[in-house]
């Protein structure tokens, strides 16, 4: 490495860091998603308080963050879930603009709320950009910091900042909402008709809770009544389980539910494809808020029409104006 | 029958053109997503073959859904029997059947296996009707198989198989799926035979691994340089079982980045293939050997 480039080193790397961006596309057909920060809010806001492009490479920090040393002076911001930035230990606020000296050390308290968070630094984290992205997609040893989440001793590169920023916040109106309860919106589908009506009805109608095998790949919720499904010889090559269809491709933001039993939303590192049907999927302008919901969440699903969907839609698009807004 | 159609949400267009899995409904879906690729449609972020369905995910501001089904259900109508041929490849994959690697793996999962007192190939080869399991690793491969989806992880082959149905080899998956699977195992589920490119996760059976990288994000293998994914759907695999030192042997090969795996242009015709489903295979075979 260059005795002059601009790095910051992974002193602890806290319960899950990884590098990610706004991710990939294009490449789902050859089963890899399109990766990239789960809360695409949170990410697209720490990157314009500090007058990166929106799209720079950030840390995505899962319940418990990093620590990290710093051999360049940098700004920082830390928005989605609250979590504490401690510089050489000293609190600063989140969601705001701070100042870190070269030689000094970031840490991080526990999440309070919310679940991941997401850590801009000015001139943004300078890795490979692999298949049109940043992102760290870490079944596939892909993007990232050697396509996998920090380890200790690692180097991260940094880009050269821009001119530093004055020092500004995200109005609460704009931030990430980070409540442990939390309504997600969804158009049934795909593969609803195999289960009973009522016993559907009753699924979207029931609190779902976060299991502890919530990811980037899929949250599995628990705590629900399993579905009932509609009696039928099993087709050729899809299997013997009722929940079985011929292998398929999986939406992101599809819920299925193995054996009926456990729903699982997939998300931004989701397996592309397999044989358990679905029955719906979280539509796209609620897919930012499930990065956030940590373990033991409660998720309301709420059923909505296309039409609502996509009024949803422009009101996240408007959301992101509004951000930029603040650039 | 009819497709039937249906959404993802707002940005999923989901299209199953059979509930069971057939050469038909195979061709229908590469076919249609083929030439909706061809036609580079504004708003169309990716185009997703399955075994008897695909997928189109789509940015509604750009496309709206109405607009997309409209197409989709044009070209599903264009495509005819006549059209179901592809101009493809003819792969060799050689396999080290009945490996120390799956079978420590497989041991270690038997809790979660349908039968705990065997292996995952004693199981497959009782319960599909082969004496002993050397006849049924020449039923796997003795035809080849189509790529007929890639996906779960990064560049993972779905094939199924070239036979008559009633020849057709299936398997259920794993009662409770391993968290462990040899990196280049030979799986089975359904109907279906994959290679899994990672390690990892896993609920098919298991039955040997291959020396050959399909899957290389570091882009060192010399057939890996230009595109980090191996296999595509259409593609055609000839299993060709290896004994230990054959497999040691590529092995060093592969560590070399010498390895190149036998390849042949072929075309597959349908309705060659559906006149003599125990003839026509062989005919693809013969490419391998030119």
């Known amino acids: ?327 | 029958m009819a497709s039937r159609y249906t959404v993802g949400a707002d940005e999923h267009l989901f299209v199953e053109v059979s509930e069971e899995m057939s050469l038909d409904a195979y061709f229908t879906s590469l076919l249609v997503t083929q030439e909706l690729a061809e036609r580079k449609i504004p708003g169309i972020t990716e185009i997703c073959p399955a075994n008897a369905s695909f997928q189109v995910r789509f940015d509604p501001d750009i496309l709206p859904l109405e607009q997309l089904r409209g197409t989709v259900e044009e070209i599903e109508a264009g495509v005819g029997r006549q059209e179901a041929t592809l101009d493809t490849r003819i792969v060799e994959v050689p396999v080290l059947y009945n490996d120390p690697w799956t079978y420590e793996t497989l041991m270690r999962f038997r809790d979660r296996h349908q039968d705990p007192s065997g292996t995952d190939l004693e199981y497959a080869a009782r319960i599909n009707g082969y004496d002993d399991v050397p006849a049924f690793i020449e039923a796997h491969s003795g035809t080849p198989w189509f790529v007929s989806m890639v996906g779960f992880v990064a560049g993972l082959p779905f094939m199924y198989q070239m036979v008559e149905r009633d020849r057709q080899i299936q398997v259920p998956k794993y009662v409770r799926p391993r968290t462990d699977t040899p990196k280049q195992t030979v799986g089975y589920g359904g109907a279906f035979s994959c290679i899994y490119s990672v390690r990892g996760a896993g609920g098919y059976q298991m039955f040997g691994v291959t020396p050959m990288p399909i899957y290389d994000p570091a882009a060192e293998t010399p057939y890996l340089k230009e595109e980090m994914i191996f296999f595509r759907p259409g593609d055609v695999v000839q299993f060709r079982p290896i004994d230990r030192p054959e497999y040691d042997s590529i092995l060093e090969s592969v560590e070399r980045h010498e390895f190149i795996p036998r390849t042949a242009p072929i075309t597959f015709a349908l309705k060659d293939f559906e006149s003599d489903p125990a003839g026509y295979p062989a005919t693809l075979q013969e490419a391998l050997r030119g």
């Open chain 1, 1 to 327: 490495m260059a005795e002059h480039s601009a790095s910051i080193e992974v002193v602890k790397p806290g319960l899950s860091t990884t590098v990610q961006d706004h991710g990939r596309s294009g490449q789902y057909h050859l089963g890899i998603p399109p990766s990239g920060a789960m809360d695409q809010i949170s990410f697209r806001a720490a990157n314009l308080l500090l007058g990166n492009d929106e799209t720079a490479a950030v840390l995505e920090c899962a319940l418990m963050g990093p620590e990290l040393r710093f051999n360049d002076s940098r700004q920082i911001a830390v928005t989605g879930a609250e979590m504490t930035p401690l510089v050489d230990g000293t609190p600063h606020p989140t969601n705001t603009v701070v100042d870190v000296e070269a030689g000094q050390t970031l840490s991080f308290g526990f999440a309070t709320a919310g679940a991941r968070a997401y850590l801009a630094v000015s001139g943004g984290f300078d890795v490979p950009v692999a298949l049109g992205s940043r992102a760290t997609y870490g079944l596939g040893s892909l993007g990232g910091h050697h396509g996998r989440a920090l380890q200790p001793g690692d180097p991260l590169p940094l880009g050269d900042p821009r001119a530093a920023v004055s020092h500004r916040a995200l109005p609460e109106a704009l931030r990430m909402p980070l409540a442990k309860e939390r309504e997600l919106r969804v158009v049934r589908g795909l593969y609803d008709h195999r289960v009973q009506p009522d016993s559907l009805d009753g699924f979207f109608q029931e609190p779902w809770k976060v299991a502890s095998e919530a990811d980037r790949v899929g949250y599995r919720l628990k705590g629900g009544t399993p579905l009932r499904f509609i009696d039928r010889e099993p087709p050729f090559g899809a299997g013997d389980d009722p929940s079985n269809i011929t292998d398929a491709c999986y939406p992101i933001g599809s819920i299925q539910v193995p054996s009926g039993q456990e729903p699982i939303i997939l998300h931004r590192d989701a397996v592309s494809g397999g044989g358990y049907l679905m029955v719906g999927a979280v539509i796209s302008a609620d897919m930012d808020a499930i990065g956030q919901l940590p373990p033991n969440a409660t998720i309301h699903f709420r059923e909505v029409t296309l039409e609502e969907a996509l009024v949803a839609r422009q009101e996240r698009s408007a959301w992101l104006e509004r951000l930029r807004a603040i650039g």
